[in-house]
């Protein structure tokens, strides 16, 4: 996965099956600027906080990781003792001590970054959580998981509001939200032209 630093976009931070994630220049430079260790097993996802000072990172040595991106130091780590396949931080300025993780048991879990609490736990999914994407100004999030399933969740209420399913659906590993917030696509795993791309309007 790789993320561009937020706002100014003059870093990109990457993560990789090496076990580590790096921090690369690509405005000067055009190098990698920091390494940052932390993780024994491949890391699967990253998140940069809104400003960029902080990021997660998400590995298959099951811990979800809290770094300084400017020190490189860890500053909290995570584990339900569960693989985390996705993490994504609560976009809101108010809630950037939140975050959403989605497991391989089926759940996602929501943390507190100042506690290392759990504030909540979304459990209706039949597979492991694929991705998670927030919508509606950030009230709602919608989740897709291998169950070929996609649900809407209203944010803190462990309730899902609107469920996404069709026959023709497969596993969907990767969305993106329109940038006028009504619709998001979703790319399926199925081989078929037609069912490459699946756009979805958002109520």
């Known amino acids: 996965v790789i993320k561009f630093f937020p706002k100014f976009g003059h870093f990109i931070l990457s993560c990789s099956l090496d076990n580590k994630v790096k921090l690369w220049d690509v405005m000067s430079h055009k190098k990698c600027v920091r390494t940052y260790i932390g993780h024994t097993e491949g890391v699967r996802d990253i998140c940069f906080s809104n400003d960029g000072k902080h990021f997660l990172s998400a590995g298959f040595d099951k811990n979800i990781n809290y770094w300084d991106t400017e020190t490189g130091k860890v500053i909290r780590t995570f584990n ?36 290392g609490g759990i504030i909540q736990s979304y459990d209706e999914h039949l597979g492991a959580i694929n991705t998670l994407t927030f919508i509606d100004n950030n009230r709602k999030f919608v989740s897709t998981s291998d169950d070929k399933k996609i649900f809407i969740w209203e944010y803190g209420l462990p309730v899902v509001v609107k469920h996404i399913s069709e026959p023709s659906m497969h596993s969907i590993p990767a969305t993106a939200l329109h940038p006028n917030g009504k619709y998001f696509v979703g790319q399926s795993l199925d081989n078929k032209v037609e069912y490459n791309l699946i756009l979805f309007f958002i109520l």
């Not at 985390?84 to 879990?109: R, W, Y």
Request: aromatic share 8%.
């Open 80 to 115: 339900n003792k569960k693989l985390p396949f996705c993490i994504l931080m609560h976009p809101d300025e108010d809630k950037q001590n939140q975050f959403l993780v989605g497991t391989s048991a089926k759940k996602i879990i929501q943390y507190d970054i100042n506690t």
